[in-house]
């Protein structure tokens, strides 16, 4: 069976801190897909990144990088100089390769003031 | 291009009762699946459709229905509404089946008395 734990419920930081979100991940497929969502307040799920198993480059994208680790089973994100608009809840999901399902931990809620 | 759209925003139901959900999908996607969000929890998959066809089912009663149209767009009807049915209900729609990355509705809030 699949698992996505994310341990971190809720993160306080103080606008241009860093901070990493992590992920565990569980799974005996050998090829699988990463994901991170984003979801403000609005309620819908903005697609951030996806990596497959077999991909364990570290990936930037402005202000966030991701840190994926097949040795730990993690695959952690961090927003460096946060601001106050990446306040949200943070999703980490899997799927299997011939999946379809996305199976989401139960997010880190972001709280980020100035 | 036009995201996925969802109706209604918000809905009150009472137990017993029936509702239907509607999604249509982003421009371009044949595949849309259904989530639902319980207050602090991570989205759980419903199912998803395909061409028309339900693709996958996660584990969820057979209450939970749904309907892909010809333009792929989607409906989720649920049977028999329970008071633990009160969440938010995503849609999603992705450019095939498969692991593409899926693009999420505003969802539709269902509270139930």
């Keep these: 069976a699949q698992k996505v734990t994310q341990a971190q419920t809720e993160i306080s930081v103080v606008e241009k801190e860093d901070v990493?979100?992590?992920c565990v991940y569980e799974t005996r497929?050998?090829?699988?897909?990463?994901f991170w969502y984003k979801?403000?307040?609005?309620?819908?799920?903005?697609?951030?990144?996806?990596?497959?198993?077999?991909?364990?480059q570290n990936e930037i994208s402005g202000r966030y990088s991701w840190n994926f680790q097949k040795s730990t089973s993690?695959?952690?994100?961090?927003?460096?100089?946060?601001?106050?608009?990446?306040?949200?809840?943070y999703f980490c999901a899997l799927s299997e390769a011939t999946g379809y399902a996305l199976n989401f931990g139960k997010g880190t809620s972001l709280l980020v003031t100035p | 291009e036009t995201g996925v759209t969802q109706?209604?925003?918000?809905?009150?139901?009472?137990?017993?009762?029936?509702?239907?959900?509607?999604?249509?999908s982003q421009s371009g996607h044949n595949t849309v699946s259904?989530?639902?969000?319980a207050?602090?929890?991570g989205p759980q998959f419903i199912f998803q459709y395909y061409r028309e066809e339900e693709n996958g089912r996660g584990n969820f009663p057979p209450r939970f229905s749904g309907l892909q149209f010809p333009n792929y767009s989607s409906e989720l009807n649920v049977n028999a509404l329970e008071l633990d049915?009160?969440?938010?209900?995503?849609?999603?729609?992705?450019?095939?089946?498969?692991?593409?990355?899926?693009?999420?509705?505003?969802?539709?809030?269902?509270s139930i008395l």
Excluded: M
């Design chain 2, 7 to 24: 109706s209604p925003t918000h809905l009150i139901k009472t137990r017993g009762q029936q509702v239907t959900l509607r999604c249509s």
């Design chain 2, 85 to 110: 049915d009160s969440a938010l209900y995503l849609c999603a729609s992705s450019p095939g089946a498969g692991n593409q990355p899926q693009h999420f509705g505003d969802g539709t809030r269902l």
């Design chain 1, 29 to 34: 497929d050998t090829t699988y897909y990463l």
């Design chain 2, 39 to 41: 207050l602090g929890q």
């Design chain 1, 39 to 56: 979801q403000p307040p609005s309620g819908e799920l903005v697609f951030l990144i996806r990596r497959n198993s077999f991909d364990e």
């Design chain 1, 20 to 22: 990493t979100l992590d």
């Design chain 1, 74 to 89: 993690s695959f952690n994100f961090t927003i460096t100089a946060s601001q106050v608009v990446d306040s949200a809840v």
């Design chain 2, 34 to 37: 259904w989530y639902q969000q």
